[in-house]
């Protein structure tokens, strides 16, 4: 693998990680009343979109071929079967949760190499990935920080909300 | 520049112009009448997201050496003096305007080599740029990618509105 792949993962785990960075930071500056409200009327709350992103982080780890999630329970509740009224966990739960996923799979990330970046993930057979070689890991992150990236701006709208 | 470096601006431009496109069918969902409506109560209307949105997106021409913006005027309009209660252009206007930077934009992209995309964007200086080689143009379309998400997820909350 030469310099310049390298240096391009690089890129995208520097953006990937800097997403992370400003959701916490933009998480950390809501109070739990704030994260419990809806983000505009009618949709969802902060509280079901901070639990959607755990989910989905979380289930990078089968996907990416990186160990087992942390807290299935999280894919029937906040992917699968969303349901954003229900109260699955407080806000102090999902925090936690948000922050423990985030770190072990901060560490699986900075241990992979350029090239396995480029290997498959593991929803496409080695057969479609012969053919279909963008069907990577890589693939798999950028378009997870398009999502973490969409949901921030959601959620960025309980700033400055009455408690 | 070896296959790895090609495939990987590949999947970044990919997933950029999903991004667009997914932008593209949300805005002509939208009528006229929702695109002015603000996308929550007191914030950015969704013509102004539109605006700022073109004009990043412009401003990335004169920043990737890649030409001169467009509508150098959305510029202090929608980035410099951001006035999201001032209607400086129609929705009519704004979703020309957007249709036509990023046709031009996907043209430019398309023409650039693996080894062009890390080359340095015009905000760094020569010196700076050997010390730092990460400000290239593939971080720049990295970064504008995120921020295309970030503002998608808002404007999509204007789905559904009363016109």
Same mark, same amino acid.
């Given at each position: 693998m030469d310099t310049s *792949?390298?240096?391009? =993962? $690089?890129?995208? /785990?520097?953006?990937?990680?800097?997403?992370? $960075?400003? +959701?916490? +930071?933009?998480?950390?500056?809501? +109070?739990?009343?704030?994260l419990l409200q809806e983000t505009a009327p009618g949709r969802n709350r902060g509280s079901y979109? /901070?639990? #959607?992103l755990t989910a989905v982080h979380d289930a990078m780890l089968p996907l990416l071929g990186l160990g087992d999630t942390l807290h299935p329970e999280l894919l029937e509740q906040y992917i699968k079967n969303a349901d954003s009224k &229900?109260? #699955? #966990? &407080?806000? *102090?739960?999902?925090?936690?949760?948000?922050?423990? =996923?985030?770190? =072990?799979? &901060? *560490? $699986?990330?900075n241990a992979l190499t350029a090239d396995e970046w480029l290997q498959k993930h593991t929803s496409v057979s080695a057969e479609d990935f012969a053919k279909e070689p963008h069907?990577?890991?890589?693939? =798999?992150?950028?378009?997870?920080?398009?999502?973490?990236?969409? #949901?921030?701006?959601?959620?960025a709208y309980l700033k400055g909300k009455a408690d």
């Open positions: *792949a390298n240096l391009m =993962v $690089k890129l995208v /785990l520097d953006n990937w990680f800097g997403a992370i $960075k400003r +959701t916490d +930071t933009l998480i950390h500056s809501l +109070t739990d009343e704030q979109l /901070l639990g #959607h &229900t109260d #699955h #966990h &407080t806000p *102090a739960q999902l925090r936690q949760y948000w922050s423990e =996923v985030n770190e =072990v799979i &901060t *560490a $699986k990330f069907r990577n890991r890589l693939n =798999v992150l950028l378009s997870r920080f398009g999502h973490l990236e969409y #949901h921030r701006g959601q959620i």
